[in-house]
Nanobody, 120 residues
Framework: QEQFVESGGGLVQPGGSLRLSCAHSSSIFSIYAMAWYRQAPGKQRELVATITSGGSTVYVDSVKGRFTISRDNAKNTVYLQMNSLKPEDTAVYYC??????????????WGKGTLVTVSS
């Protein structure tokens, strides 16, 4: 089964910005809530932000006011705009349907992720 493809990561200085993209060839995911997750070295994967099919968003407290999740259903793409980046944002970032959807339907389309490194 085809995986999500994440892109846009890289090395950025503290206070900088990056825009991540996540695409899938299937339009089916346009009807599901989608999410960005991240996994820092030595830590478990955590949920960062969620967006419903209608565009409602929820963020983990640590990124509120700095990150913005959005989606373009016509392009089967989900975005994560990250501003005011901090060293603690360093992680591999993944997108996937929201935790509820992932569990409910047993989805497993995890991609390779995109590495974000925040360092001076």
């Amino acid at each position: 089964q085809e995986q999500f493809v994440e892109s846009g990561g890289g090395l950025v200085q503290p206070g900088g910005s990056l825009r991540l993209s996540c695409a899938h060839s299937s339009s089916i995911f346009s009807i599901y809530a989608m999410a960005w997750y991240r996994q820092a070295p030595g830590k478990q994967r955590e949920l960062v932000a969620t967006i419903t099919s209608g565009g409602s968003t929820v963020y983990v407290d640590s990124v509120k006011g700095r990150f913005t999740i959005s989606r373009d259903n016509a392009k089967n793409t989900v975005y994560l705009q990250m501003n005011s980046l901090k060293p603690e944002d360093t992680a591999v970032y993944y997108c996937h349907p929201s935790p509820v959807i992932t569990t409910r339907y047993g989805m497993n389309y995890w991609g390779k992720g995109t590495l974000v490194t925040v360092s001076s």
